[in-house]
């Protein structure tokens, strides 16, 4: 039992922003607790990001497998493929409709979806940068979602300085197969 609640917190967090979603609401109250953003926080965030999810399928089941959301204090980083610069639009009028929502991050690439192969890459990544940062002490690495897209690191969280930003995009930008990182990382103000 306890090698499957492991394997269930290492997959849990290679899922970024859907950690809370991924290990039920036991985890969801210890990961909420110990971010920065606290408990009620990542829970209104948890049930912005289930409102996108579902009003995407709702909308056009392609959009909702095009479309990967990440979000943090209100903020929406949407990243992924669609096929058409209209479905950008309407994934974007999507989320404003929804309350709770400050602000759209629109990264979202027109065209199509890269295959096994690229995904696999980008899980990858992903998984290498997760491990990283919760192997570095001098990073609160619960306070960091990521999201790898065609070899483009998404970083959305919370640093506590700026010397702790500097080296989360330092971790990232030394694993192999990155081909550009991009932070909407806020920086605590003391």
Same mark, same amino acid.
């Given at each position: 039992?306890?090698?499957?609640?492991?394997?269930?917190?290492?997959?849990?967090?290679?899922?970024?922003?859907?950690?809370?979603?991924?290990?039920?609401?036991?985890?969801?109250?210890?990961?909420?607790?110990?971010?920065?953003?606290?408990?009620e926080?990542?829970?209104?965030?948890?049930?912005?990001?289930?409102?996108?999810n579902?009003?995407?399928?709702?909308?056009?089941?392609?959009?909702?497998?095009?479309?990967?959301?990440?979000?943090?204090?209100?903020?929406?980083? =949407?990243?992924?493929?669609?096929?058409? *610069?209209? &479905?950008?639009?309407? @994934?974007?009028?999507? !989320?404003?409709?929804?309350?709770?929502?400050?602000?759209?991050?629109?990264?979202?690439?027109?065209g199509?979806?890269?295959?096994?192969?690229?995904?696999?890459?980008?899980?990858?990544?992903?998984?290498?940068?997760?491990?990283?940062?919760?192997?570095?002490?001098?990073?609160?690495?619960?306070?960091?979602?990521?999201?790898?897209?065609n070899?483009?690191?998404?970083?959305?969280?919370?640093?506590?300085?700026?010397?702790? =930003?500097?080296?989360v995009?330092a971790? *990232?930008? &030394?694993?192999?197969? @990155?081909?550009?990182? !991009?932070?909407?990382?806020?920086?605590?103000?003391?």
């Open positions: 039992m306890k090698t499957i609640s492991a394997l269930a917190l290492v997959a849990a967090l290679s899922l970024g922003g859907c950690v809370p979603l991924a290990i039920g609401a036991g985890g969801a109250a210890a990961i909420g607790a110990s971010q920065d953003r606290g408990l926080q990542a829970v209104d965030d948890n049930q912005i990001a289930f409102e996108i579902r009003k995407l399928l709702a909308e056009d089941s392609a959009l909702y497998r095009g479309v990967s959301t990440q979000v943090q204090k209100g903020r929406v980083l =949407l990243t992924g493929t669609v096929q058409k *610069a209209e &479905d950008r639009v309407t @994934v974007t009028r999507i !989320v404003w409709t929804i309350g709770g929502v400050k602000e759209v991050i629109n990264e979202l690439r027109i199509e979806k890269g295959g096994f192969s690229q995904s696999l890459n980008d899980t990858t990544i992903s998984t290498r940068l997760r491990t990283r940062l919760t192997a570095d002490s001098n990073v609160s690495s619960l306070n960091y979602s990521i999201e790898t897209v070899g483009t690191i998404f970083l959305m969280g919370t640093a506590r300085d700026q010397a702790e =930003l500097d080296r995009i971790h *990232a930008r &030394d694993i192999s197969g @990155v081909r550009n990182v !991009v932070s909407y990382v806020e920086v605590k103000r003391k």
